[in-house]
Every structure is written in structure tokens, then in C-alpha cells.
């Protein structure tokens, strides 16, 4: 049973940096999968943020987030990580990490598409 255990978030002014971590433990998805983010703001639905493929050739960055964040991985590490760069109010969300061992090659795009997930890290981005 693979378990998602995130960290890194917090309350920052606009503009500023985080790193959120995302470490997979009881890993059984050999030496690939489907590996990302989503985040849900109050009153708004979850939405993807940035996938990618810990086997490599695949990333998906979200067009609202693209030239700001960054998704990359250790894979010795059993962790994805999201640099989050001039983050702005309406990045205020929780953040999950979500995984699928299923789509070979892929980055599927919808939550429900992803059977694993983190318990969420919240992050605030004030003016």
C-alpha cells in the first residue's frame, strides 16, 4: 500500500518561493509512475498543478503556473518535488500529491485518474 507523505508548505507574501516535497513509501511501482500535484482553493474545484513521469519523457505544467514552477524528482529518494517561484495570491491553496502506477509513459491529468494521494500541506500566499 503506497502512502504520500507531503511537506513544505506555508504562509509566504507575494512574489516569495516554497518547495513542496513528496515522499512515496511501501513504493511498489517499480521504477515508474505518475507522479504530481493538484491543489484545491476555497469554493474552487481540485485542479492539476504539474505532473510528471518518474521514468522520464513526461511533464505536464499547468498554463497558469508555467514560467513560475518547476516539478522534478529523486528518484533515490522515492520523491517529487515542486519549486514554487513568485507565487501569487491566487496560488493560495491546499496542495495534494497524487500517484498512479498505471499509465506507462503518461501523465494523466484528472484526479480521479490517480488511486494515491497525500493527506495535503496548505500553502497561503498573502499581498
Known amino acids: 500500500h503506497v502512502q504520500l507523505v507531503e511537506s513544505g508548505g506555508g504562509s509566504v507574501q507575494a512574489g516569495g518561493s516554497l518547495r513542496l516535497s513528496c515522499v512515496a513509501s511501501e513504493y511498489h511501482f517499480g521504477n515508474s509512475c505518475s507522479m504530481g500535484w493538484f491543489r484545491r482553493a476555497p469554493e474552487y474545484e481540485r485542479e492539476v498543478v504539474a505532473i510528471t513521469y518518474t521514468g522520464g519523457g513526461s511533464t505536464y505544467l499547468a498554463d497558469n503556473v508555467k514560467g513560475r514552477f518547476t516539478i522534478s524528482q529523486d528518484g533515490a529518494k522515492n520523491t517529487v518535488y515542486l519549486q514554487m517561484n513568485s507565487l501569487k495570491p491566487e496560488d493560495t491553496a491546499i496542495y495534494y500529491c497524487?500517484?498512479?502506477?498505471?499509465?506507462?509513459?503518461?501523465?494523466?491529468?484528472?484526479?480521479?485518474?490517480?488511486?494515491?494521494w497525500g493527506q495535503g500541506t496548505q500553502v497561503t500566499v498573502s499581498v
Open positions: 497524487a500517484a498512479e502506477g498505471l499509465f506507462r509513459g503518461a501523465t494523466p491529468l484528472a484526479a480521479d485518474k490517480y488511486n494515491y
